[in-house]
T-cell receptor, first 117, second 116 residues
């Protein structure tokens, strides 16, 4: 079974500062994918960034980067230059990689981020 | 629209009634997923459809829950004899076929179900 742990139920950050949201995972698979999603108060889950277990470089997407430490089973999300619109719930998720591993995502409990002026 | 569309956005029903939730995936996406988000259980996988293959129903919580996908596109999640513990947000997602390494799942806005 796969498991995601997000230990920060809530985080505050000042506008324009960087913030790191923690995510650790547990899996016995060699191939897997790690995802971060953002869920604003509107409810829709918005894909942010993906990291494959065999990717040697940390993933980056604009202001989002993923600090992937495979040996520690850690996949922290870093948001640079925070904006008020970044205030939302953030979920880390894991999926078994191909082949034949299925495609369902296992989510963590989420971190509520509040960006302040 | 270009995204995953779910209807209704909100549904209030009485205990014991049946409900149907609809999901229209992104055009070209052959994989479709249902998840449930509740305060007590967080985000849980329910069911997964991939093309014409048999669906993965391993996450359905009871036999009151069923889902179908007609014509490889629109999906309906049906909950029979609803109970108060079924109250949750039901999220649908779609993606390109499984087997791709990245295979991003894109979500709809969800249906908020309240069982009175």
């Amino acid at each position: 079974a796969q498991k995601i742990t997000q230990t920060q139920p809530g985080m505050f950050v000042q506008e324009k500062e960087a913030v790191t949201l923690d995510c650790t995972y547990d899996t016995s698979d060699q191939s897997y994918g790690l995802f971060w999603y953002k869920q604003p108060s509107s409810g829709e889950m918005i894909f942010l960034i993906y990291q494959g277990s065999y990717d040697e470089q940390n993933a980056t997407e604009g202001r989002y980067s993923l600090n992937f430490q495979k040996a520690r089973k850690s996949a922290n999300l870093v948001i640079s230059a925070s904006q008020l619109g970044d205030s939302a719930m953030y979920f880390c998720a894991i999926r078994r990689g191909p082949p034949g591993g299925g495609n369902k995502l296992t989510f963590g409990t989420g971190t509520q981020l509040k960006v302040e002026l | 629209g270009a995204g995953v569309s779910q209807s209704p956005s909100n549904k209030v029903t009485e205990k014991g009634k049946d409900v149907e939730l609809r999901c229209d995936p992104i055009s070209g996406h052959t994989a479709l997923y249902w998840y449930r988000q509740s305060l007590g259980q967080g985000l849980e996988f329910l069911i997964y459809f991939q093309g014409n293959s048999a669906p993965d129903k391993s996450g359905l919580p009871s036999d009151r829950f069923s889902a179908e996908r007609t014509g490889g596109s629109v999906s309906t999640l049906t909950i029979q004899r609803t109970q108060q513990e079924d109250s949750a947000v039901y999220l649908c997602a779609s993606s390109f076929p499984s087997g791709r390494a990245k295979n991003i799942q894109y979500f709809g806005a969800g249906t908020r179900l309240s069982v009175l």
